[in-house]
């Protein structure tokens, strides 16, 4: 099948079928006697699986080895590479989420200290900060 069938078949674009080709992240087709692509059943199926784990926000890099060991290893290897693959995954996403949380506390922080102002606050331009200015500097740092 060509190019158009293969993107159809996988859900990937053809764009990002040939962007994955030249980033070495599947392997190139064979080429039929008219110079076009052919993709094979086996093709599809590593184009399914490469947008799928690209679906999960893994990077590309670790997904050319994933695909690389699917292609050359047995089902105890695959599930080896993927098992490592998502453990560094959901560390990768455990520690945005404490980042998250510790901006999001720093938000709240901030945003309650505002409520707290009134109108009518006072501070002596050139001599001392506004209180807004105070408060978001003794804000924790995010992730330190």
């Known amino acids: 099948m060509n190019i158009s069938e293969a993107a159809r ?3 990937l674009s053809v764009d990002t079928i040939r ?3 030249r980033r070495e992240v599947l392997p190139r087709p064979p080429r039929s006697a008219n110079g076009y692509r ?10 399914s699986l490469a947008a799928r784990l690209r679906e999960l926000a893994l990077p ?9 060991v699917a292609h050359d290893a ?6 080896d590479a ?11 996403i455990d520690d945005r989420i404490a ?10 922080t901030l ?24 408060m978001v500097g003794e804000l924790p740092r995010a992730g330190g």
């Open 111 to 134: 945003r309650r200290g505002l409520d707290r102002m009134t109108p009518d606050s006072e501070r002596v331009a050139g001599l001392a900060p506004c209180e807004c200015v105070r």
């Open 99 to 108: 980042g998250l949380r510790q901006t999001r506390a720093s938000l709240s």
């Open 9 to 11: 078949s996988s859900g």
């Open 38 to 47: 052919s993709y094979s059943r086996e093709h599809i199926a590593t184009l």
């Open 60 to 68: 590309l890099d670790e997904i050319a080895s994933i695909l690389r």
């Open 19 to 21: 962007f994955y080709e």
């Open 82 to 92: 993927l098992s490592g693959t998502v453990a560094g995954a959901l560390g990768r």
């Open 74 to 79: 047995t089902c105890g290897e695959l599930r």
